[in-house]
């Protein structure tokens, strides 16, 4: 085993508290069996039967070896990734195939994982961890329990019970976040699911509730800005009311509120294709589980009638396209380990086709990829002399873990529905401090979502920073200072210049038909890029739509539109993306 979750316990500590948790009450079976939540992924559990691991964001293959005898990959190692097999979310890929041979080898593994490091040893012992694991085990009990021994379905519930006690003592040692909420709602689930363990649920409601109140603001986002982290967060929640509801227990009234908070932000984060913008470290999701977690919830959607700000960012939606941005700092502290130099960065989404989106997270590709997806460069912003909007300071700033202690911070932020369209328009001071220059990013989606036009303004607007941009121009008095715009694209969209290098076609697989043009005061180039996703074995080559100029006075402004020229064939039905989920 390996890299341990950084809220592990760990060694000798983990063993003597198992050892202690081994005191608990035995379960003999299940009071009441939650019906299974999680969503596996029958590809990637098809390419866990033919013995290729997904683990930490490498592939292993190992055909024939127990998951628990393959090392962490040595790129990753010395890196910050947990091992998340322990987790055992790999249960619900083998679930998603579900034939014998599937069934044998969750058998096998599970076992295998009690016999080696049920009693506290290895890795895997951290409370958030511990509470994905009983989730999963108590979800796919069917499935590791059919054909079994007794003596084995005993051994089952024992190790089971155990870590039910183990995890009401070691909850309380995780930091408040998600990780926090997936060791409470584990205890829930699991408590109530086997016979004689409902002594440990009243104080983890309590503690979910207090939760729910203290983490989850009035606009139903959460600290760290995470599109994807919010929506396992909202998961996590709607699987504790629904354990509650399966044995007639009312839940508290914090943990519905928080719910009903959190469904129309996601909403307003979701793109028109489904997915979730990708910001701060977060992907689009998992396949279905939006879907499936909006609709266990019960909350009825409300359309959006303009601009729409939810968790630090705005949502323009008309016809068949979404926009949304980034309209605030990137989080700070604790939960800015994973933040991004994202501020006034957007996404644009036409029907089912991402166009305009950001690199992602590389966090699963290693320390320099998750170092270069937070930089504002890897988004689709505006940057200044190739430096971010905002920066990492102190002793810390160095690593791909620390938060941004020299943040943008926006000083306005307008919005309006207007007859010709909707309009939004932010101010940050990213560049205020180093060249005395703000940033204004101004949009306006046309009523139809034909036509997104967009203006980038660096002006100099206080005293002190006009005194500071003279200081700087007076060094640069030549070329003037760097000024670059880009717009990364979807791997899936097929990009040219036209017009002999003044506009940019951009073709999607839909058979719609995107063109960018500029107002010439920059330089248009074509240049590559890298789309990041955790579900791919390695980054995915792209394009990047790229505007550079040089600012050699106290405002300089770049215009440019994304008009749509072709709509998708009415004979054809964009349905869903055709994208594979663990390719080779």
């Known amino acids: 085993m390996s890299t341990q979750s950084p809220h592990s316990i760990g060694g000798l500590a983990a063993r003597i508290a198992m050892w202690r948790a081994r005191r608990a009450p035995v379960a003999k079976g299940f009071v009441s069996q939650p019906e299974p939540r999680s969503i596996g992924l029958y590809a990637r559990g098809k390419q866990l039967l033919a013995g290729n691991f997904f683990i930490a964001g490498q592939l292993v293959t190992a055909p024939n070896v127990s998951i628990w005898d393959i090392p962490m990959p040595r790129a990753t190692a010395a890196f910050t990734l947990p091992d998340d097999r322990t987790g055992f979310a790999w249960l619900d890929d083998l679930a998603a195939v579900g034939d014998a041979p599937a069934r044998k080898l969750a058998q096998e593994w599970t076992f295998d994982w009690i016999k080696r490091f049920g009693a506290g040893r290895g890795d895997g012992w951290s409370a958030d961890l511990t509470g994905r694991r009983l989730i999963r085990w108590v979800n796919h009990a069917p499935l590791l329990l059919t054909g079994r021994k007794n003596t084995d379905s005993s051994r089952f519930f024992a190790e089971a019970s155990a870590q039910v006690m183990y995890l009401s003592r070691q909850w309380s040692k995780t930091p408040p976040g998600i990780a926090r909420v997936e060791a409470l709602t584990g205890l829930i689930y699991a408590g109530l699911s086997l016979d004689g363990l409902a002594e440990f649920v009243p104080v983890a409601e309590t503690a979910l509730a207090n939760e729910c109140d203290r983490g989850i603001a009035a606009d139903g986002g959460i600290a760290t800005r995470s599109p994807e982290e919010l929506l396992e967060v909202f998961t996590l929640l709607t699987w504790a009311e629904h354990a509650m509801a399966n044995v007639g227990r009312p839940p508290p009234r914090a943990l519905s509120a928080a719910i009903e908070r959190i469904a129309p932000c996601l909403r307003m984060l979701r793109h028109a294709d489904g997915g979730l913008a990708r910001f701060h470290g977060g992907g689009r999701g998992a396949e279905g589980r939006l879907d499936q977690s909006l609709s266990a919830a019960g909350i009825k959607a409300a359309g959006f009638t303009g601009p729409t700000v939810g968790m630090g960012f705005a949502r323009l939606s008309a016809g068949r396209t979404s926009v949304i941005i980034d309209v605030d700092s990137p989080p700070k502290g604790d939960a800015g380990g994973n933040g991004h130099a994202s501020t006034a960065a957007f996404e644009l989404t036409s029907g089912r086709r991402p166009l305009i989106v950001s690199c992602g997270s590389g966090r699963p590709f290693g320390v320099d990829w998750w170092r270069a997806g937070r930089a504002t460069a890897s988004h689709s912003a505006l940057s200044v002399e190739g430096s971010s909007s905002s920066r990492m300071m102190g002793a810390r700033g160095h690593e791909a873990g620390s938060s941004f202690g020299d943040g943008a911070v926006v000083r306005d932020l307008k919005q309006a529905a207007l007859a010709d369209g909707l309009h939004l328009s932010l101010t940050h001071d990213g560049w205020t401090k180093s060249h005395g220059l ?147």
């Not at 002999?500 to 005061?521: Q, T």
């Open 438 to 584: 703000a940033h204004t990013r101004e949009v306006w989606l046309t009523p139809d979502g034909r036509k997104l036009a967009g203006l980038d303004r660096m002006a100099a607007q206080l005293d002190p920073e006009k005194k500071r941009l003279e200081k700087v121009l007076s060094d640069h008095w030549v070329e003037g200072i760097g000024i670059t715009v880009r717009f990364h694209l979807h791997p899936d969209v097929n990009a040219t210049l036209d017009m002999g290098g003044k506009a940019v076609s951009l073709a999607l697989k839909s058979g719609e038909i995107w063109v960018f043009r500029h107002d010439g005061r920059a330089v248009l180039t074509l240049e590559p890029s890298i789309y990041l996703e955790k579900t791919r074995l390695r980054p995915r080559q792209t394009q990047q739509i790229v505007l550079t100029c040089r600012a050699r006075d106290e405002d300089t402004r770049i215009g440019w539109t994304l008009a749509k020229a072709k709509d998708t064939p009415l004979g054809i039905r964009d349905v869903e993306r055709d994208e594979l989920s663990v390719p080779l």
